[in-house]
């Protein structure tokens, strides 16, 4: 059974950065493709960031782009998420997901439910 572990969350002024980190472990198949989704107090879960289990595709939610990073570290079995230019819309509950192979379609990747595994999130809160 995969284990999916969040860290990194916490309370952060507007304009502030976090990184968030998910460790995996257990599990028969390593190569997954790793994302993170977010619940919200004004929004139901959504969809932020993904990435390929060699690193080289990434996919982002418009209302992140340009302002999160999606990493991996293939070695420890990370997948992390850089936050900057943080704003009071971006708090939430942060869920690591990760998708074992065959793997999502760039379509089903949207939707939490598809994915194989997910950790319990951890919270980020943005004040102003």
């Known amino acids: 059974q995969v284990r999916l572990i969040e860290t990194g969350g916490g309370l952060v002024q507007a304009g502030g950065s976090l990184r968030l980190s998910c460790a995996a472990s257990?599990?028969?198949?390593?190569?997954?493709?790793m994302g993170w989704f977010r619940h919200g107090p004004e929004s139901d879960r959504e969809f932020v960031a993904a990435?390929?289990?060699?690193?080289?595709?990434?996919s982002y939610a418009g209302s992140v782009k340009g302002r999160f990073t999606i990493s991996r570290d293939n070695a420890k079995n990370t997948v992390y998420l850089q936050m900057s230019s943080l704003k009071p819309e971006d708090t939430a509950v942060y869920y690591c997901?990760?998708?074992?192979?065959?793997?999502?379609?760039?379509?089903?990747?949207?939707?939490?439910?598809?994915?194989?595994?997910w950790g319990q999130g951890t919270q980020v809160t943005v004040s102003s």
């Open positions: 997901a990760a998708d074992s192979p065959p793997y999502l379609t760039r379509s089903s990747q949207f939707t939490f439910e598809n994915w194989d595994y």
């Open positions: 990435i390929t289990w060699s690193g080289g595709g990434t």
């Open positions: 257990g599990g028969t198949d390593s190569r997954y493709v």
